[in-house]
Structure formats: structure tokens, C-alpha cells
């Protein structure tokens, strides 16, 4: 089992930026991804970035050039800046935590990430 632990999210005007923390605990294995989805009210959850733990990144086209995901191994923690946020950027964000070896996915409670106009 793998426990995730999310912070950050809120309320925040278009324009400006929010900052999401995940730690992950329990049975790490080495090989994974770790990174973040959303899921607005009425529609399926979607990618935001994930990060593998050799580095690589991939980003929804929706919020490149706009989001950087970045993870440190050592302590299990994944983090997403996003600037220039958007009305639309209104979601609940889970940490995501995908086992390379099993396919297994672990999922964060959520945090809701609310962007005014």
C-alpha cells in the first residue's frame, strides 16, 4: 500500500499562481511515476503532469507552459507549480502514485483548486 498526503490548493484569482504538494509513504517501490490529475464537476478526471522517478515529464497540453512538475526521490514528494492560472484550471487535483511494475495506481484524497475571474 502507498498513502499519499496532498497540501496546498485553494483560492486564487486568475492571473496568479498556486503551489500542490504530495508525500507519499508506505511501499515505494523504485520504479514509478508520481504526479498530479483533476477532475472538474461534471467530467472525467484528466492529466495534469506526471514525473517518473528517472525524470522524465509529460504535461496535458492544456497547462504546458504554464505548470512544472518536480519530485524528489529521496523524500517521496512531488510538487506542481502552476502559474497564469485560469478559470478553467478549476478542479479537484489528486496526487497520483503509479506502481512501474504492478500498473497499480494510488490515488491522494484530493484538493480543491478554485480559480475566480
Known amino acids: 500500500q502507498v498513502q499519499l498526503v496532498e497540501s496546498g490548493g485553494g483560492l486564487v484569482q486568475a492571473g496568479g499562481s498556486l503551489r500542490l504538494s504530495c508525500a507519499a509513504s508506505g511501499n515505494i517501490v523504485s520504479i514509478n511515476a508520481m504526479g498530479w490529475y483533476r477532475q472538474a464537476p461534471g467530467k472525467q478526471r484528466e492529466l495534469v503532469a506526471t514525473?517518473?522517478?528517472?525524470?522524465?515529464?509529460n504535461y496535458a497540453d492544456s497547462v504546458k507552459g504554464r505548470a512544472t512538475i518536480s519530485r524528489d526521490n529521496a523524500k517521496n514528494t512531488v510538487d506542481l507549480q502552476m502559474n497564469s492560472l485560469k478559470p478553467e484550471d478549476t478542479a479537484v487535483y489528486y496526487c497520483n502514485f503509479r506502481n512501474r511494475l504492478s500498473g497499480r495506481d494510488y490515488w491522494g484524497q484530493g484538493t480543491q483548486v478554485t480559480v475566480s475571474s
Open positions: 514525473v517518473s522517478s528517472g525524470g522524465s515529464t
